[in-house]
């Protein structure tokens, strides 16, 4: 069986890692990961076609055209792997966590570094078991500072990451109503997360903290260097000084920066924001550069994204939904000066027991204000009676849409990623 400092080897003569024959180039090293519904090992043959040069295999292999490793286990290989690249660099390894706001946190944190260091980050949303090691094989030896994302839906996710990323700083965005299904309840939700700030205790590391939040003060508890930021007492503060259409924010101290104005909807945002700052502050990135960076960043892929169609202004949220995102969306819309303001909310996923009850609550809260048109999909919303219009999938909300033909409106359309709320849009 090869060694990880064998295969390290290999791996520096073939810097690229692909887990997708689709995705394979010439001179890719194909591990071929399985999962449920899928076996990577059947398609080795495929990937010495493409070019692969070497195929990282845990089940024997006919085809012998090309440079077979056998391995015990193709994603403990991957991870090990990732691992032993992590040991080569002395420099910030920043974990980000969170229910909500992660990938935006992550963003804006990358645009900040990015300014003045040589800034690695996840790609998109590869912040899971496979993601996070590809992440991490794909630093260069250039690099300055590196952010990792890690999303997580149950217990002991988080811990496994870090024994692989071995964060040096970490920040946990949030712990809200999310994954309760995995994770047991909310106490469950903040016993994951803060396994980030768990493996900072142990390790001597360095937590960005929202201090606002009373639970991240008990989660924190024991770390050696805290840098708090937040609207009040801590060392980065701000405030909303305007959100509508986009999130303007006043920084009150710790900065020379006296506005902020972004391209962000909702305030909601402000954390995000105020986080990019102290972090951007911590790493001496000069005061102008942090304003740029945050001023100039675009929200993508579904994301808070504000979209102009016709007349109407659509705020695109369709990537995740979860009780505390959509509670705080929700009310950004209804705070809104809009005469005509239309939610189009799927519903939400890997809330467990719980879901039903959430549901209800989402509706009751919907209920307090005044809108134009209401309508829910599929999922939990179907079985709760409502005085709004449910419709079972995004197409039907779609064929709802483009006949409804509105004008002049402020729409919200928000929903977990199994909704596929977007395809409203298409």
């Known amino acids: 069986m090869i060694s990880i400092e064998e295969l390290y080897k290999i791996y520096q003569s073939h810097p690229s890692i692909q887990t997708d024959t689709r995705q394979l180039k010439q001179g890719d090293i194909f591990f071929a990961l399985k999962g449920n519904n899928f076996n990577g090992n ?84 590869l912040n899971n078991h496979i993601g996070i090691p590809l992440t991490i094989l794909k630093i260069k030896a250039d690099a300055e500072i590196t952010v990792i994302e890690m999303g997580a839906n149950h217990q002991k996710e988080i811990e496994g990451y870090c024994k692989y990323t071995l964060p040096t700083h970490g920040l946990i965005t949030n712990a809200g109503k999310a994954h309760l299904e995995g994770f047991g309840g909310i106490e469950g939700v903040k016993k994951g997360k803060g396994e980030l700030f768990d493996f900072l205790r142990a390790n001597n590391g360095t937590a960005f903290v929202m201090w606002d939040y009373e639970y991240l003060h008990q989660m924190t508890n024991g770390i050696s260097k805290i840098i708090k ?166 197409l039907e909300a779609k064929e709802w849409f483009q006949k409804e033909n509105l004008q002049n409106a402020y729409i919200l359309i928000k929903g977990s990623r199994s909704m596929q709320m977007e395809k409203v849009l298409e």
Do not use: C
């Not at 043959?45 to 070019?51: L, R």
């Not at 089940?59 to 490793?69: L, P």
């Not at 690249?85 to 980000?96: E, G, K, L, S």
């Not at 909500?100 to 645009?111: C, D, M, R, S, V």
């Open 42 to 125: 059947l398609f080795v043959k495929q990937a010495f076609e493409k070019g692969a040069a070497y195929a990282v295999v845990d089940e024997a292999q006919k085809e012998t055209s090309g440079k077979i490793i056998l391995v015990d286990d193709v994603l403990t290989t991957l991870q090990a792997l990732a691992k032993h690249h992590r040991q080569q660099f002395n420099i910030p390894f920043i974990a980000i966590t969170g229910s909500n706001g992660k990938t935006t946190t992550k963003e804006l944190i990358h645009a900040v570094l990015s300014s003045t260091f040589k800034t690695y980050t996840t790609q998109g949303n």
């Open 229 to 394: 930021y937040g609207t009040h007492d801590a060392s980065i503060t701000g405030i909303v000084s305007k959100s509508e259409p986009f999130l303007e924010a006043e920084m009150t101290s710790g900065t020379s920066i006296k506005k902020i104005k972004t391209q962000l909807v909702g305030d909601y945002n402000l954390p995000n924001i105020l986080a990019a700052v102290a972090v951007g502050k911590y790493f001496n990135v000069e005061d102008e550069k942090i304003k740029s960076a945050i001023e100039n960043y675009e929200p993508s892929n579904s994301r808070s994204q504000m979209i102009e169609k016709g007349s109407n202004k659509i705020i695109l949220d369709a990537y995740n939904a979860n009780p505390s995102s959509m509670k705080a969306a929700v009310e950004n819309l209804a705070k809104l000066h809009a005469e005509k303001k239309v939610l189009m909310l799927g519903a939400m996923a890997e809330l467990g027991e719980e879901s039903l009850e959430e549901h209800k609550n989402l509706i009751s809260l919907i209920q307090k204000y005044a809108w134009h048109k209401v309508v829910l999909v599929g999922g939990d919303f179907l079985k709760i009676e409502n005085p709004f219009r449910t419709l079972k999938s995004s």
